[in-house]
C-alpha cells in the first residue's frame, strides 16, 4: 500500500484560502464487474474521507462506486492557523489511511 | 449515430456492447445481460432521499465536467458553489449524481464555512452517455442544482472483468 499524495502549501497567511490536493492509491471495485471465471468480484472501495485542521473537521466525503480508482479531490479550507493538517480514509474490509501535513501560518 | 439518451430500453447497439463486453471478460454467459444500470427514476428517488420535500432550483451551482468524454474511466469534474461561505451563510453539503451507473450516488462532501471557498474537484466513472447533476445544500436549507450531459465514447464498462 503505498503512501497517499498529499499538496498542502507549507507556508500561508492568516485568512488566506489555499487548495489542498489528495490522491491515494485504491482499486475502488465497484462491485458490479465480473472476473475471468463469471464470479461477480465483490465491492472494495474507500467509502469515507475526512480532513481536520489542528483537530477540527473541515471537509469530509461519502465515495461511491461511482468514483474513479484512485481518488482525487481538490478542496479549500481558510488558513486560521499553524498546525497539522490530517487526512483519514476509511473504506470497505476493515481498509483505513491515514496521512497529515504541516503548515505554517503567518 | 446517437440514440435518444432517455430511451431506457435496450437498443440493438447497447446489446450489442453488452454482448462484447461479455467477449472481451472471455468467459460464456447466458445472453440474459442483467441490466444493472440505474434509471433517470431512480436517479430522482436518490435525489429525494437526499433534498426530502425541499424543491431545488437551478442556479448557483457551476458543475463543470468535459460534454466529450472518451474515457468514461475516469472523468474529472469540479462543483462550484456560489456562496460568500461565512457563518451565516454558507454551503453545507454537495452532492453529486448520474443517471445510467449501476447506482446514482457519486459523491457526497461535507463543509462549512471554514471552507472559505465552496468547490472541489474529484473523478468519477461513467457507464454511458448521461446526464450528472450537482445538488448543493446551503445553510438557509435552500437547494441548488446544475446538471451537464456528457457523451462518452468508451464507457466504463459495468462487465468488464479484470486479469
Known sequence: ?106 | MMRNANDPTPTRRRILIGAGCVAAAGFPLPFAVRDARATPAAMATAIRQVVGEANVKPGKVKLDLPPLVENGNTVQFTVTVESPMTPASYVKAIHVFNEKNPQPNVISVHLGPRAGRASFTSRTRLADSEKVVAIAELSDGSFWSDSVEVVVTIAACVEDGIP
Open chain 1, 1 to 106: 500500500m503505498s503512501a497517499p499524495l498529499i499538496n498542502v502549501p507549507a507556508r500561508a497567511k492568516r485568512g488566506d484560502v489555499i487548495a489542498i490536493k489528495t490522491l491515494i492509491s485504491h482499486e475502488m471495485e465497484t462491485g458490479f464487474r465480473y472476473g475471468t471465471n463469471g464470479v461477480l468480484i465483490p465491492r472494495d472501495i474507500i467509502t469515507a474521507f475526512r480532513c481536520t485542521y489542528n483537530g477540527e473537521e473541515i471537509f469530509r466525503a461519502d465515495f461511491y462506486p461511482a468514483i474513479a480508482a484512485n481518488p482525487f479531490l481538490t478542496f479549500y479550507t481558510v488558513a486560521t492557523a499553524s498546525g497539522t493538517i490530517a487526512f483519514e480514509w476509511t473504506g470497505d474490509n476493515g481498509y483505513s489511511q491515514t496521512a497529515s501535513a504541516k503548515i505554517v501560518v503567518g
